[in-house]
């Protein structure tokens, strides 16, 4: 039985990732942060199939202890401060985070058995920023803009220089956006499904957002962690981009929204805010997944319909549960 340990099993990415695995009979541990409210509910249905272990991206030790008790064939790094408008108000702990986090576990799988351990880290599209080229490659410079991205950048090359400099089995997955039932509320895609389900239940009255222009290749979750698995499969470790290859707006995300609901006049349910928008926006995301569907036999299942559909009928179900009574 493979054995994985996945960073940030509580959040998005790594509670599918911890499904995909499990479906693929691993032994799969989790690192969590040790807090005084502890939050499983993305992954409540599987909690007796995991072990949970207390460890920090900040702490080096606990990081080389929780490798040393769970003896994993593959590490899956997701865990980072991810939300990019908090990487202003906090770029340091972004910093120590998302870009440090990486290179402190890189150093506990030197430390403890660096010819055995495959590792993974999430690369983001933020990476990309101001677009030198479309669509974006493997290949496509780096130009990030904000402090997340900044962050990334810094935890994709230290993953390529560990993998060049000792023989590391290190992969970089280029993750373009990929969404689910299971983000956030703080992401702009749920703010809109979230939002949109309590306008069809008469919970509010209006959906405020912040840039509608802003455009991204938006995938599903659920079929971006098999990417993932498969990058740690092949003979031998190299980045890739994982896309759709299809680009929309913000304001597309919204009408299509509204259309699941049976609302064809959205804009007046609309508002827009100045305070949402970026310090530094991120204007045009779009990337190009062939590298990984040549090598890794890796295609997207879920069309972006299915995934505005997916997300608003989940949102409906769970504001109705909420609201009962």
Known sequence: MKKALITGITGQDGSYLAEFLLSKGYQVFGLTRRTSTVNYERIKHIRDKVTVLQGDLLDQYSLTQAIIESEPDEIYN????????????????????????????????????????????????EMFGKVLESPQTEKTPFYPRSPYGAAKVYGHYITVNYRESYNIYACSGILFNHESPRRGLE???RRISNGV????????????LGNLNSRRDWGFAGDYVEAMWLMLQQ????????????????????????????????????????????PAEVDFLIGDASKAERILHWKPKTSFKALVKMMIEEDLKREKENNKG
Do not use: H
């Open 197 to 208: 389900a309590r306008i069809k239940l008469g919970l509010q009255k209006n959906l405020i």
């Open 235 to 278: 003979k031998t470790p190299d980045d890739y981009v994982v896309a759709t290859g299809e680009n929309r707006s913000v304001k597309d995300f919204v009408e299509e929204a509204f259309k699941v609901i049976g609302i064809s006049d959205w804009q007046k349910y609309v508002q827009t805010d100045k305070k949402l928008l970026r």
């Open 78 to 125: 997701l865990a980072a401060q991810s939300f990019v408008p908090t990487s202003w108000n906090q770029p340091v702990l972004t910093g120590e985070v998302t870009a440090l986090g990486v290179v402190r576990m890189l150093e506990a799988i030197r430390m403890v058995n660096p010819s055995k351990i495959k590792f993974y880290q999430a690369s983001s599209s």
């Open 187 to 189: 992401f702009v895609t």
